[in-house]
């Protein structure tokens, strides 16, 4: 996806997310997010694109030294769908106005503008399924989008340990894992080192310790912890110690 799609697809995910809550109960538990009710996840949400908002439009070189932001919350969760809703157009209106490709300071591996706007959208994204699970519903996501989705995750996931601190402990001796798409072309291996780990991009054809296999959309909510992946919707295979370490201590 280009950057352009990322913030048509914010848009249209914040969207898809409001419908789903606007008449629903605020109190009612996110399993997805355990402790948290649709308000706490809503306010989340809407709170995490204000930030991404302020940071886009100062073009931040360097880390943030807070995250204070005015959020403007309303004081009654129930009018919490229609704050996100404004959320959404203030990115939009700062997205029209950046340019992707400009250098930015960003905790990930792309150092450009489009990083945040492709990281509000998996975020986004993520916490629409939590709420349509919580609602009863099935959340579905179009599978090249999960692809997508995929690869964000795999490709900033060494850079999160300081809010996913379970990273740490994904080290091993040359181990390596793959995360294969079963419903189009996606394939990532991970190799995990005594230093670290990260995307081995000349792993192609290469064979894995462990294999995970599930459609694109599966594949995604696994990887977020979302989807459990001794599920009969995802196929592992090799090393059951290696893929049991991996989501132990990934998802965030």
């Known amino acids: 996806m280009t950057p352009l799609d990322h913030g048509t697809a914010v848009a249209a995910e914040t969207a898809r ?3 789903a809550v606007r008449h629903a109960d605020p109190a009612l538990p996110v399993p997805g997010c355990p402790g948290w009710t649709l308000a706490d996840l809503v306010r989340h949400t ?9 940071l886009l439009r100062q073009r931040i070189q360097e880390p943030p030294r807070s995250r204070d932001v005015d959020l403007r919350l309303p004081e009654r969760p129930e009018d919490y769908p229609g704050w996100l809703a404004e959320a959404a157009e203030q990115a939009a209106s700062t997205f029209a106005q950046t340019d992707p490709d400009g250098p930015m300071w960003a905790w990930g ?6 990083f945040w706007v492709r990281r509000m959208l998996f975020e ?4 629409r399924a939590d709420a349509e699970t919580a609602l009863g519903l099935t959340p579905v996501i179009e599978p090249a989008l999960a692809a997508d989705g995929v690869d964000e995750f795999l490709t900033n996931l060494p850079s999160a340990a300081s ?3 379970g990273t740490t402990a994904l080290r091993g001796e040359d181990r390596t894992i793959r995360f294969t798409r079963t419903d189009g072309d996606g394939d ?4 995990l080192r005594p230093d670290g780990f990260g995307l081995d991009p000349a792993g192609a054809g290469t064979t894995a310790d462990a294999t995970v296999r599930a459609g694109a959309a599966d594949l995604l909510l696994a990887l977020y912890g979302r989807l459990d992946p001794g599920s009969d919707r995802v196929e592992l295979s090799g090393d059951e110690e290696l893929s049991a370490h991996w989501f132990a201590n990934s998802a965030f």
């Open 163 to 165: 809010f996913a601190p």
């Open 17 to 19: 997310l409001v419908a």
């Open 46 to 54: 809407g709170s995490v694109q204000r930030w991404f908002t302020v």
């Open 188 to 191: 990532w291996l991970v190799r």
């Open 109 to 114: 591996a792309d150092q450009h503008a489009r």
């Open 124 to 127: 986004t994204l993520v916490h």
